[in-house]
């Protein structure tokens, strides 16, 4: 915590040194002191500079937050260490000088080289090591509660002096950030980088617990301290920290600030809350909450059943079970909501409690599942009264999308209790025997309610159809508006079509003449018949000359290399033994699966060998980079094996490898099985990491665990064109293994799923390149500079955004956008640079746009002169070039190689022969 002793202490300056607080103006720079652990990383992207706690902050978060150019600065106590402090065993003999009884802290003595040598050399040292770009010195004034401190001050400047001129030649390129610090000499203020202080306007008493209105009097000595930085060093940022129990107080007293002339940064007491930004971000993370354990969230229908319906609404869920502790940080600085779904009888009385009083405030809450039982829950729903209905049930009124989307059929009856709200807007209200009138679905003031079974009309096994359109729902129930989101399932327009083989079955004898590997069978039917990207992995105790297999080994390296060398082939990873159960790679017996689920063991059955993750990740990777992959292209990506529901630990290890890991999930949907519900989302957050799902299931489930029809992977097609007919749910990603090469059906099948997905619309891309834009949905943050239009912050700036048919891009406001392109009811925005700036508007644009291309946009430029424009484009792709304009009626090219067509719907297609990236200059009008 920012402490605050100078106000007690030192005697106040003459009024004549009163300078104004106003000058300049408002700083664009975004600092801010977060001290928590809870926030999503995403909405830590607002800030240039983050003031973060080393020992609450994970290497996860560390990496993703340099990644996306916020720069994180690490908190360090320069005159204090807390009680609590792990590192408080190390302190040596004779470095307390007293106590900060308020803090519950020991006051060090500075004036020590042991001790400046223990804050360089254990705390600063470590923290830069693992990825902070900066240290605040906070403390800087604790001294002066001590006697020897108040009598040597003189001493303790120097001695502070020394200290960060230390870190300054250690660490040049790092930013140094002091709290208050105005007796340290002139020489110092010149090596820092920012000045902060504490409570202008508004303060918090520690000893007393209560927030204040800072005095006159103590504002105008700290005016006085302020004109010496003002003056010599302008260019210096002043940062205002200031603290409010509440956010709309926060952005209030923020914005007063920054008129003042500083950077502000306004937070609760403890530095949980997030401060406001300047712009301010557009919340887009929610909540979503299980009653599952933990490690069993991605099995629950909050995740599996809801995620994918919040992803494509442009929301980035954050799971947590209701099983585990309470937040203890604010829920409205960075969620917008939060959505409840009970599927057991779990305890949740002290639950609903607590997400109750942030519902009170205006947080909305939606529930979906089971009926509550406990008065918290009833109030969560907004309806104290529930009742069993009596004999069958009509409907009385009803949304037009009840019993009018996947299902058909409503509940005739029920043993459910089921609401009966006061204030409510029915999406179902139906009658029972006795002419009780019951509401199972609708919005309230304060969220939205669905009961089961009114939620979905269940089928065989895990089958289920929804009853109502639930993207409207969640809508209206979480009063979201239009804003533009993140895409990954289109790139220029067209959908995005990947290919990825996971290694299993490399070292099997196809069904074709001369027994080929799967490997080489699927090189030449598949691989160089349809030349597009492809992700391409090998399990190392398959391969390798020490594996299971050694009198294959050397041709199956060799095919394996011929492979990896391809064009357009990205090489991955496997895993080593193929662990069906990674958790319990990680956690242990303690995380075993049910032996019913066991039919394939645990692991590829090595001899001696018991699956880790460093074997199956880091030594797996350093086996193909050392002898399968070419020196210029080592792995890039991990596929998950097995169940692909790896831990945070397997998370982590690919991350510091820098690999893309893909894999898990279980999207499948199919005309005769689930539909929307048997959509997963595109990704599994596991603490501060990310597991990216595959896009579509493999053929494995489509061939009945590969026992037959062999041919079953054709369905696949199926579901390409039910999440195309659900608004593009998902790209196209046709993902199998090397055992498909084994059989002929198999072979024939593929080729029809190829040559249905290259007879589409499509752009085709590496699967680390669908795994980047999955994790700029999650790793970013949107900023609404004004009231329609929005800039991103994050690990990369997005390049398709999705956005309602009754906006366009305002091409006149707008930076780094190329066009649009209109597929059902969305319409996908190109963007274009490292910081594009999309502005919003009613009226269609007007002159040249690009509405589609098959490749990646580097650059887009146009320009009108004397009635015709001016348009240089770049290209890259994996396949011939093609690429349509609107809002033109004639085009020239430069470059002879492409061929113009005037379509007639008024669109101009451009085709190359050849040329598969390019930079091409056109005149239109």
């Given at each position: ?30 600092v801010g002191f977060y001290y928590g652990l809870e926030a999503p990383i995403g909405s830590l992207y607002a800030y240039d500079w983050l003031v973060l706690q080393p020992t609450q902050t994970s290497d996860a978060r560390l990496d993703f937050l340099n990644l996306g150019n916020t720069r994180p600065i690490a908190y360090l106590s320069a005159g204090e260490m807390a009680h609590s402090d792990q590192a408080i065993k190390t302190l040596g003999k004779g470095w307390v000088l007293g106590e900060n009884t308020a803090w519950k802290s020991y006051v060090l003595d500075i004036r020590r ?290 019993g009018n989307f996947e299902s058909k059929r409503l509940p005739t009856g029920t043993l459910t209790p089921l609401p009966q709200p006061r204030l409510a807007s029915s999406w179902l209200t139906v009658t029972d025997s006795s002419s009780n009138n019951f509401t199972p679905v609708y919005t309230h003031p304060k969220g939205g309610v669905a009961i089961a079974p009114f939620i979905f009309e269940m089928g065989p096994g895990d089958q289920a159809y929804w009853r109502f359109d639930p993207f409207s729902f969640l809508k209206e129930a979480l009063k979201l508006d239009d804003f533009p ?441």
């Amino acid at each position: 915590m920012i402490r605050n002793t100078l106000f007690a202490l030192l005697l106040l300056l003459p009024a004549s040194l009163l300078a104004s607080a106003g000058q300049g103006s408002p700083s664009t720079l975004n600092v801010g002191f977060y001290y928590g652990l809870e926030a999503p990383i995403g909405s830590l992207y607002a800030y240039d500079w983050l003031v973060l706690q080393p020992t609450q902050t994970s290497d996860a978060r560390l990496d993703f937050l340099n990644l996306g150019n916020t720069r994180p600065i690490a908190y360090l106590s320069a005159g204090e260490m807390a009680h609590s402090d792990q590192a408080i065993k190390t302190l040596g003999k004779g470095w307390v000088l007293g106590e900060n009884t308020a803090w519950k802290s020991y006051v060090l003595d500075i004036r020590r080289a042991d001790v400046r040598a223990f804050m360089l050399d254990d705390l600063v040292t470590p923290a830069m090591t693992r990825g902070f770009r900066g240290v605040f010195l906070d403390t800087l004034d604790s001294h002066l509660l001590t006697e020897e401190g108040k009598n040597n001050q003189q001493a303790f400047a120097d001695a502070q002096a020394l200290l960060i001129a230390e870190i300054r030649e250690r660490f040049p390129e790092s930013r140094i950030i002091i709290n208050r610090g105005f007796h340290l000499p002139e020489q110092i203020h010149r090596q820092v980088d920012a000045l902060a202080f504490e409570s202008w306007r508004n303060g918090y008493e520690a000893g007393g617990r209560r927030y204040y209105r800072t005095s006159e009097q103590d504002r105008e000595w700290l005016a006085g301290q302020l004109s010496h930085w003002r003056e010599n060093h302008p260019n210096t940022p002043i940062i205002a920290i200031d603290y409010a129990k509440s956010g709309a107080e926060a952005v209030e007293l923020s914005q007063q600030l920054a008129q003042e002339g500083f950077t502000p940064y306004v937070s609760d007491h403890d530095l949980n809350r997030l401060g406001p930004t300047l712009p301010p971000i557009k919340k887009r993370h929610i909540l979503v909450f299980h009653d599952l354990p933990k490690h069993q969230a991605d099995q629950s229908s909050a995740h599996r059943r809801l995620g994918i319906l919040l992803e494509r609404l442009g929301l980035v869920p954050t799971y947590r079970s209701i099983l585990q502790p309470l937040l203890n940080e604010p829920l409205d600085d960075r969620y917008l909501g939060a959505v409840v779904w009970r599927e057991t009888n779990a305890n949740a009385s002290a639950f609903c409690r607590w997400l109750g009083q942030s519902q009170s405030t205006g947080f909305p809450v939606v529930a979906f599942g089971l009926s509550p039982t406990s008065t918290p829950c009833k109030a969560l729903i907004q309806s104290r009264r529930l009742a069993v209905p009596a004999g069958s049930l009509e409907p009385a009124s009803a949304h037009p999308s009840m019993g009018n989307f996947e299902s058909k059929r409503l509940p005739t009856g029920t043993l459910t209790p089921l609401p009966q709200p006061r204030l409510a807007s029915s999406w179902l209200t139906v009658t029972d025997s006795s002419s009780n009138n019951f509401t199972p679905v609708y919005t309230h003031p304060k969220g939205g309610v669905a009961i089961a079974p009114f939620i979905f009309e269940m089928g065989p096994g895990d089958q289920a159809y929804w009853r109502f359109d639930p993207f409207s729902f969640l809508k209206e129930a979480l009063k979201l508006d239009d804003f533009p989101a993140i895409d990954s399932t289109t790139e220029s327009g067209r959908r995005i079509l990947t290919a990825h083989i996971d290694g299993d079955g490399l070292v099997s004898r196809a069904e074709l003449p001369g027994s080929p590997l799967g490997s080489e069978a699927i090189q030449e039917r598949i691989l160089k018949v349809f030349d597009i990207p492809h992700t391409i992995s090998v399990i190392e105790a398959e391969t390798s000359p020490q594996g299971l297999f050694p009198t294959v080994s050397q041709e199956a390296e060799a095919s394996a290399r011929d492979i990896f060398r391809m064009g357009d082939v990205e090489v991955a990873s496997h895993s080593y033994s193929h662990p069906f159960f990674w958790q319990m790679v990680e956690g242990g017996a303690a995380m075993a699966p049910d032996p019913e689920d066991t039919l394939y063991g645990y692991s590829m059955d090595v001899p001696g060998y018991t699956p880790s993750l460093t074997r199956e990740i880091d030594s797996s990777v350093a086996y193909i980079n050392e002898r399968l992959a070419p020196k210029d292209k080592p792995v890039s990506v991990f596929l998950w094996t097995g169940d692909a529901r790896p831990g945070l630990e397997a998370l982590k290890a690919t991350r510091k490898l820098g690999l893309a890991n893909v894999n898990g999930g279980d999207t499948r949907p199919l005309p005769y099985a689930s539909e929307l519900a048997g959509v997963w989302p595109d990704a599994r957050p596991v603490g501060d990491e990310l597991q990216v799902y595959a896009a579509t299931m493999n053929e494995n489930v489509y061939t009945n665990l590969w026992t037959g029809p062999f041919y079953g992977f054709r369905n696949v097609v199926d579901t390409f064109k039910i999440l195309e007919a659900h608004n593009r749910l998902k790209p196209i990603s046709i993902y199998y293994h090397f055992y498909s090469g084994t059989k002929p059906e198999a072979l024939k099948a593929l080729n029809e799923v190829y040559e249905y997905a290259l007879s589409q619309l499509v752009t085709p891309l590496h699967l680390s390149d669908y795994a980047k834009r999955v994790q700029g949905q999650y790793y970013s943050a949107l900023l609404q500079q004004s009231e329609n239009t929005y800039r991103w912050r994050g690990i990369r700036p997005p390049s398709t955004v999705r956005i309602s048919q009754n906006q366009y891009p305002d091409m006149e406001h707008s930076d780094g956008v190329a066009g649009f392109h209109d597929t059902r009811n969305l319409r996908f925005v190109h963007l274009t640079g490292d910081n594009p700036l999309l502005a919003l508007s009613s009226n269609p644009p007007t002159g040249p746009l690009l509405d589609s291309a098959n490749a990646q946009i580097v650059s887009w430029q146009r320009s009108e002169r004397d009635d015709s424009w001016k348009i240089q484009l770049e290209l890259k792709g994996y396949q011939p070039l093609e690429f349509v304009l609107s809002g033109v009626s004639h085009c020239t090219a430069r470059d002879k190689q492409l061929s113009i067509t005037k379509k007639p719907d008024g669109l101009i297609h451009f085709r190359a022969k050849s040329l598969r990236s390019g930079h091409f200059d056109l005149e239109c009008d």
